[in-house]
C-alpha cells in the first residue's frame, strides 16, 4: 500500500444510505458508514488495481483511505484532468458505490429485469 492518505466527508447521500444499511441490518450508525465506505473503496480499488483489500479509516463522517499505488496515480492523473484534488475524485467514485448493495427493489422501474 502507498504511504499516501487521502481523506475526505462523506455528503448527505452517502450518510442516508448507510442508515438505510444499519436500520436493515440493525447496526449502529457509525458501524453502518463504516461498512459502506468499506463497499465502496473496495469496488473502487478492485476496478482500478484488482484489489481484494483495502486500508482505510472512518472518524465521524471523515473517511482516510490508503490507496494502492495504482489507484494514487489514476486519481492523480484524473485530478490533473479535471483541476480537482485526488481526494476530491476519490470522494466522486466512492459516492457513485454509496448505494451498492442495497434493497432497491420498491426504486426499480417496473420494467426492469429481476436480480
Known sequence: MSPTRLSFEVDERFEAAAHEW???RMMEFEEALETKAEQALLEVEHLVAGAHEVEFEVDGTTVRHYPTDELREFL????????????EVLKLHVDLFAR????DDEE??????PT
Open 108 to 113: 426499480r422501474p417496473p420494467d426492469a429485469p
Open 22 to 24: 444499519g436500520e436493515a
Open 76 to 87: 492523480e492523473r484524473q485530478a490533473g484532468a479535471t483541476g480537482l484534488e485526488p481526494s
Open 100 to 103: 451498492v448493495f442495497l434493497d
